[in-house]
């Protein structure tokens, strides 16, 4: 690994530590603005008189008073300590339970699928402004953040893929991208089965509505992985033909929080709207995406230094060695999303607060089973 790489790591690092810490300070202040009507702190409101069956603005937590533990939080800054306990102790049962680990590998299994059409679109349009030499070269700069498996992986794609010619890279990048969609579109349902069963749901959209609603989130996954293909790659190469001075070095430095960012946004909307059930408000969904990206980056960045200095797969599996270092890192890249989902499934399980959108409902009548009923109290 480079000094520069190893430069990279380390403000990548800080950056992300500095990201979540702000992160976490604004849903704090956030705690001032009024929550479902009211401000926190405050007596809960005492519902009217109405007739028997409507829904009415008390969300019929106030059964709940006195219970402690963030059973009446309006936001996940109000769950106290032993609540957090509860949460965390769910959420290792949950693991098991719900089989994260094996869904996880099946997961793996439709990524690498869409892997390699990615790739050939990627590097189709890549090639419509660049040199595939360029490209090679520029992809060191993701060592330390990618394991080195991926970097040999999807570099010996890029080579091959771009050596073909220019004059066969626009049909190759219509093709190989209708084919990633085809492909990813597998990946990305079997994402939200993962989902719907993190938080205890049956898949109840039609055929139509599934499949649309995973288009466009496979669409949106691949242009998220040319934008930080294009971040770390195309950069470099544009800032070699636009001196910027000293601005260089902050663009080239402000590329790795602003791909944190885009990351936790990105997770908070696979979290909201991949499995079946009513959405959950934004600041239910805050960390679990925050800790999600983070960890990932992290993850990513510690799968890296390991399969660097202490791994063996090319002693174990020989010309496969790079695929399964690849393989596994994708697979712990599942993991973690679905224990950021974990996070907030159980966040939301442990308030008797609607966390649903829309109009505050009584339990049992919320849409999403996590926000209809309450997580038991561990021993």
Not at 147 to 161: C, L, S, T
Not at 234 to 258: D, F, S
Request: no cysteine; proline share 6%; net charge neutral.
């Amino acid at each position: 690994m480079t000094a520069r790489s190893r430069t990279d790591g380390l403000v990548v690092a800080g950056a992300l530590a500095t990201i979540t810490l702000a992160a976490l300070l604004q849903l704090r202040i956030d705690r001032s603005a009024p929550v479902n009507g009211r401000v926190p702190g405050a007596s809960p409101p005492v519902p009217s008189p109405v007739p028997a069956g409507v829904p009415v603005a008390d969300d019929g937590a106030s059964a709940f008073a006195g219970a402690g533990r963030g059973r009446l939080a309006t936001a996940p800054d109000e769950i106290t300590p032993s609540g957090w306990r509860d949460i965390a102790l769910r959420i290792y049962a949950n693991i098991s339970e719900h089989r994260v680990l094996a869904i996880g590998a099946g997961v793996t299994f439709y990524s690498i699928l869409a892997l390699f059409p990615a790739v050939a679109a990627f590097v189709s349009l890549f090639g419509l402004f660049a040199q595939p030499s360029e490209v090679i070269a520029e992809m060191d700069q993701w060592r330390g953040i990618l394991p080195d498996g991926a970097i040999e992986v999807v570099g010996g794609q890029v080579q091959r893929i771009a050596s073909s010619g220019d004059a066969s890279l626009g049909l190759a990048f219509f093709f190989s991208l209708a084919l990633a969609i085809w492909s990813a579109n597998a990946g990305m349902k079997a994402l939200f089965d993962a989902l719907n069963i993190v938080y205890a749901e049956r898949e109840k959209r039609s055929f139509l509505v599934l499949n649309a609603v995973s288009l466009v989130f496979t669409v949106g996954a691949i242009v998220i992985m040319l934008a930080a293909m294009g971040a770390v790659v195309v950069l470099p190469i544009v800032l070699a033909y636009v001196p910027m001075g000293g601005g260089e070095l902050l663009v080239r430095l402000g590329r790795w929080p602003a791909m944190f960012v885009v990351l936790a946004f990105a997770l908070a909307l696979l979290y909201r709207y991949g499995p079946s059930r009513a959405n959950a408000r934004w600041r239910w969904l805050s960390v679990g995406s925050i800790a999600a990206a983070f960890f990932w980056m992290a993850a990513s960045m510690g799968f890296s230094w390991y399969a660097t200095n202490f791994a063996s797969y090319n002693e174990t599996y020989g010309s496969l060695g790079a695929i399964i270092g690849f393989m596994v890192w994708i697979w712990i890249s599942t993991v973690v999303i679905l224990i950021g989902a974990e996070l907030n499934a159980e966040t939301e399980h442990q308030t008797a607060r609607d966390t649903t959108t829309g109009t505050p409902m009584p339990l049992g009548l919320r849409g999403a089973t996590m926000a209809d009923t309450l997580g038991p109290t561990p021993p």
